[in-house]
């Protein structure tokens, strides 16, 4: 029985025996000067009792008290799932699970969820999403499942083609399109937020055109993140027998796909190369990007093995081929939810950083009404924080009242209704000076409003630090509490940003990027979509051969808010001047 319960039990059993006391001498008659005397000091006596047990009674719970709700009941949550269940993380019964543990339909079930207590326990954490994947996707991704069981590392299939790559790799000479699974392996490349991005984008790639996606584990991507997909792995396997030739790729290389099509060296024979090199990095160059040109894909459909290291999340432009219009439409119905709906499906927090997010969120930010994320990423040098940053910041938050501002004449305001509202921020930066700053205005000052303010801040790095364990376990742990906030700011040409406003379903105001050390006016903007920035698109045209604006030739691809010549997914129902 639940403590509370039993408790307002046994205040009731007394008031009855109270009132009992009193009412017997009515009953029996028995009203003399000495009863009545006895019944006066009686109300007395229990007239506080009475008054207190009203109160108490009338009151709810403590823990249903506004502002502190959100850590109790993910709390009892867990406790009840957990006392109904014999597995560690206690999330075994699917009968005992919150309604929208499987994410709408993005999980399948049948993992080990012991070893991903990310994947069932998230949504206790996020609020449900509103967009719903469509019911095409979600049949897709489970296709997509059983190919990847099937042609997936250490399978027979994976056996032969790896044999077949072996054979090519020594010299020998071999058809292509004779494997029965083909692959896209996607190298490690680039810091964190631009790997989960250029994942994504090559994963939709791999579903548009059949392929297996395998991916680089490099030096951490095992230790950050859950495997994606039931009953095989999507980490290249160690034996790949290219593996060590990932770094010495590039644009030269005989097997670079730009570099055969400059020499137009085997790109219609009959004779199809065992893998191809694809160079879709920022320093690409004009070959490279026919990539996205459908009449170059005659060759690309047929070789088994596809390499592809890229730092840009290039899904806008797999929107402005043709021969994927029809299947990305029923895929993706609602244009700007790809990288929403394909992020929560592929990246699951590993269970050492969802220590590390569990712990902070339920510590700082659980509690609060309001939580508001700020992530300040510069690329200018100097101290932190610069303060043309910190005032754009400032005057970003509060034009849009986002939070509120301070009031430096009195020392104590009341909130009108009497209880104010507690707000947390959530400020992610390699630096502590913003912070600091923003944490020592709030407790110096009060609010004009009354609401009360807490400021935290998980880490505070130096520098990027790619590729280093722990330094990539506090970025994507960072990430993915930004994702949890219900109010986001960003900053401009930032990936991480991109990644926590597309985990959160979240349409961010973006702080323009700061010119000359001054700060811009707008200092920012609410984005027209959660989707991320394609920094370095094509501007080409594949049918007329020429130049052209890529921004400007569907409704649903447009020119990113904080950079100009860059490409994002938005809904349909945007329109044309809105930028």
């Not at 005992?96 to 069932?120: N, Q, V």
């Not at 590392?153 to 071999?174: E, F, I, R, V, W």
């Not at 709030?442 to 609010?447: A, F, M």
Request: aromatic letters at 10%; hydrophobic letters at 35%; glycine letters at 6%.
């Amino acid at each position: 029985m639940d403590l509370s319960v039993s408790r307002s039990r046994r205040r009731i059993s007394t008031y009855n025996t109270i009132l009992a006391t009193l009412v017997a001498p009515l009953k029996s008659g028995l009203i003399t000067t000495m009863n009545l005397m006895k019944i006066l000091a009686a109300l007395l006596v229990s007239l506080p009792v009475l008054v207190t047990l009203s109160l108490v009674l009338r009151s709810p719970p403590p823990d249903r008290i506004k502002g502190f709700a959100d850590a109790r009941v993910i709390q009892r949550l867990t406790r009840n799932d957990t006392s109904s269940s014999n597995s560690e993380d206690g999330f075994s019964d699917h009968t005992h699970m919150p309604k929208d543990t499987l994410h709408d339909g993005l999980i399948a079930p049948g993992f080990d969820e012991g070893s991903c207590l990310s994947r069932y326990q998230s949504n206790l954490y996020r609020k449900i999403s509103p967009h719903k994947p469509s019911s095409y996707l979600l049949s897709r991704l489970r296709n997509y499942e059983h190919l990847h069981k099937k042609c997936g590392p250490h399978t027979k299939s994976y056996k032969t083609a790896m044999a077949q790559l072996k054979s090519t790799d020594q010299g020998n000479s071999s058809v292509g399109g004779s494997t029965e699974c083909k692959y896209v392996v996607w190298i490690s490349y680039s810091g964190l937020g631009n790997k989960i991005l250029t994942i994504t984008s090559a994963f939709l790639y791999a579903l548009l055109t059949n392929r297996v996606l395998l991916v680089d584990p490099g030096k951490d991507m095992a230790d950050l993140f859950c495997e994606p997909f039931p009953e095989n792995s999507w980490l290249l396997s160690k034996d790949f027998s290219i593996k060590e030739k990932f770094n010495k790729f590039d644009q030269k290389s005989s097997h670079c796909y730009g570099n055969m099509l400059k020499k137009k060296k085997n790109t219609s024979s009959e004779l199809v190369p065992t893998f191809l090199y694809l160079h879709l990095a920022h320093d690409y160059d004009e070959q490279d990007k026919l990539f996205f040109c459908d009449e170059y894909h005659s060759l690309t459909g047929k070789v088994p093995w596809l390499i592809m290291r890229t730092d840009n999340y290039f899904v806008p432009s797999l929107f402005l081929m043709p021969s994927f219009e029809q299947e990305l439409e029923k895929l993706f119905p609602e244009k700007e939810t790809v990288f929403h709906h394909l992020g929560r499906y592929l990246f699951h927090p590993s269970n050492h950083v969802w220590g590390l997010i569990t712990r902070y969120y339920q510590a700082h930010l659980a509690k609060a009404d309001e939580r508001i994320g700020i992530q300040v990423r510069t690329f200018e040098s100097g101290p932190s924080p610069l303060q043309h940053v910190m005032n754009q910041i400032y005057a970003c938050v509060f034009k849009e009242k986002l939070l509120p501002q301070v009031d430096k004449q009195k020392p104590v305001v009341t909130a009108p209704s009497g209880i104010p509202k507690l707000k947390s921020v959530l400020i992610t930066s390699l630096t502590s000076g913003y912070s600091e700053n923003m944490r020592n205005m709030y407790w110096q000052h009060p609010t004009v409003n009354g609401d009360l303010i807490g400021v935290f801040q998980p880490s505070h790095e130096g520098h990027q630090q790619t590729d280093k364990n722990l330094h990539d376990r506090k970025a994507w742990a960072e990430m993915y509490l930004l994702s949890l906030c219900d109010v986001l700011v960003t900053s401009a040409w930032s990936t991480f940003g991109y990644v926590a406003q597309g985990l959160g379903g979240l349409k961010p105001w973006i702080l323009y990027k700061p010119e000359n050390q001054t700060m811009p006016n707008p200092p920012c903007r609410q984005v027209m979509s959660m989707e991320p920035c394609f920094h370095a698109p094509p501007f080409y045209d594949c049918k007329a051969k020429r130049g052209v604006d890529t921004g400007a030739l569907v409704p649903h691809v447009r020119h990113c808010e904080d950079m100009s010549w860059g490409l994002k997914l938005v809904g349909s129902h945007e329109s044309h001047d809105q930028l």
